[in-house]
């Protein structure tokens, strides 16, 4: 039997670019879902209990990384792909495939939520004196910045975060990491890092973190009503949370590689133990 290593197949890459699709869906249907929760009823069912919108969104990556993690490995996130490119060893041929899917994905999840919660909103708007024109319930699908938060700053925000999100995220699935956690608990400590991201700084401007997850539903905004109010968006904003979080994810995946990585004593004894046997190979060759 021949011993060679099959190449993925078409069919392989397919099941991953699907894979990738459903996991951003379910990340949106769910998170969108609480932010409209959050914000169009009246009282809101999370006064005082912002930690729920929190858990609830980091508990959709829990249950997205459950579903898809054994097909496509749950990227769910352009800064993740562009990241394990780089730092990985994750195909490059896969990368623009892959931030397909994960727009569609959130465009589709957006879709979920707009099936859901129409009505709510098109109440929200009607008691509040607004129309989609004006950006009436927009929040409840994409970022926008938060209290004296300026768009720049937002940048700023956005980098920060996500190499937060990228550096944790190399940390929880790192294999010669011996505190991170074990078999597949590893899926749930990154929902619970993206709670604790949202629960920390999220009110900067929503923690987007994601070109997926907010692109994604602004392009169903855009085309059910809101216009320019999902693209471009007061200040010219869909950008930001589009750009920033590729560079950031590329600053925190760079630094775990650069600061942590290198220095695992189970990544050094493995380097070691590799010098030993080739050595011993030499001498018995010798």
Known sequence: MSSTIAKPTGRQLVGELISEAIAVLIIIAFGDSVACMYVLYDPSPYVNAYWGVCMSWGLAVTLAIYVTGSISGTHANPAVTLALALFRGFSWKKVLPYWVAQLVGGMLGAVIVYALFGPVIEHYNLVHHLSRADGGAAGVFFTHPGLAITPMHAFSDEVIL????????????????????????????????VAILGSSMGYLEAWAMNPARDLGPRLFAYFAGWGSSALPSPDNYWWIPVVAPLIGGVIGGGAYQLLIHPFLPARVRALQAEVNGKDCEQGQRI
Do not use: C, D, K
Not at 181 to 193: R, V
């Open 162 to 193: 996500t190499a937060f999100l990228l550096f944790g995220i190399f940390a929880i699935t790192e294999q010669f990491n011996e505190m991170a956690p074990q078999a597949n608990a590893g899926a749930l400590m990154i929902g619970f890092l």
